[in-house]
Nanobody, 127 residues
């Protein structure tokens, strides 16, 4: 059983910042060899890719265009945790944010290529 637990969501004014965390656990899950990703789903919209990071960190990352320069994904393999630092937040960033893990080290921006998902954390940005 693999568990991904997100935290750090909340209500923030436009221009503000939030830092999301996702703690991973599981007897059959090796965090340090798993690529991680963040996705989001706004009301009435499909879930979309936000950011991804390669397994060993400090290396390959990828972002959706709308968050480039504002969001930063990072990971701490010693703590089995992935983060999403969100700055200069906009009302259009309002969504439920999901953490996801792959059973391979390589990044992906495709929902279907992720094997495990968290339950999500709500981020609301007021104008």
């Amino acid at each position: 059983q693999v568990q991904l637990v997100e935290s750090g969501g909340g209500l923030v004014q436009a221009g503000g910042s939030l830092r999301l965390s996702c703690a991973a656990s599981g007897r059959t899950f090796t965090f340090s060899t798993s690529a991680m990703g963040w996705f989001r789903q706004a009301p009435g919209k499909e879930r979309e890719f936000v950011a991804t990071i390669i397994a060993w960190g400090g290396g390959t990352t990828k972002y959706t265009d709308s968050v480039k320069g504002r969001f930063t994904i990072s990971r701490d393999n010693a703590k089995n945790t992935v983060y999403l630092q969100m700055n200069s937040l906009k009302p259009e960033d309002t969504a439920v944010y999901y953490c996801a893990a792959r059973r391979t080290p390589l990044t992906s921006d495709t929902i279907a290529q992720y094997d495990y998902w968290g339950q999500g954390t709500q981020v609301t940005v007021s104008s």
